[in-house]
């Protein structure tokens, strides 16, 4: 049995949209962000820093959402370029880039949503973290402008690390038309629609768009 962890919203959507595009069944554990059940000492033997995704699958646990996509491709392929391959150290670099999207879409969630009183906030790294994003959004605006996804060969699971990059980002900033369009694309595929249905009810964003407040 495979069985993932996870949080509506969080990262571990990553994971779950991937399970889908590849065909498998699997068990969802949903948690709380909120309710610190992350931190219950039988949650960390299974992802030690108190985050999702964990996967449990194949009698391993594995606890970072890159390390899992590349771990399901190695062992289920067809959704990347095999070692040694053209094209897999393009695949490679866009599913590192994930995380640099990752990171300043976590800065602008704990800005925005996650500190409560806007005493705590800074506008400041607000304004940054959302000039940075937009800056990486730039360099997939690049790519998905002469091509459907983001390897010239078509769709794999970096799009699904990045896909997910940009359901957060839309929030902080404005999509570029290709960006938007390439959305657009990955949002018709069957697998993105049963995973968004698994997602769960909304914990983090519950608004479309979180400007920047004046400094
Ligand atoms: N680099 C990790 C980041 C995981 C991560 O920070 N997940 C967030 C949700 S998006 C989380 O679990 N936060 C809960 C917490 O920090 O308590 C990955 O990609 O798996």
Known sequence: MIRLHHI???????????????????????????????????????????????????????????????????????????????GRADWLEWLHFAETIGQHCANLTQNHIVLREDWMRSPTLMKLEARRLAACLAVVDKAVARQDWLLPGGFSAVDTNVGYGIEVARRFVELTPAVQDYRARYRERPAFARAAARDGVPQLYTRDFYPVPDA
Not at 15 to 41: A, C, K, N, Y
């Open 8 to 86: 509506p919203q969080a990262r571990s959507f990553r994971t779950l949209w991937l399970l889908e595009e590849m065909g498998l069944e699997f068990e969802v554990v949903e948690h709380s962000i909120f309710d610190r059940s992350l931190r219950d000492p039988d949650y960390l033997a299974l992802s030690p820093a108190g985050r999702v995704p964990a996967l449990e699958i194949d009698g391993l646990v594995l606890f970072e959402s890159g390390a899992i996509t590349e771990y399901l491709c190695e062992t289920r392929p067809g959704f990347a370029p095999a070692p040694g391959a053209a």
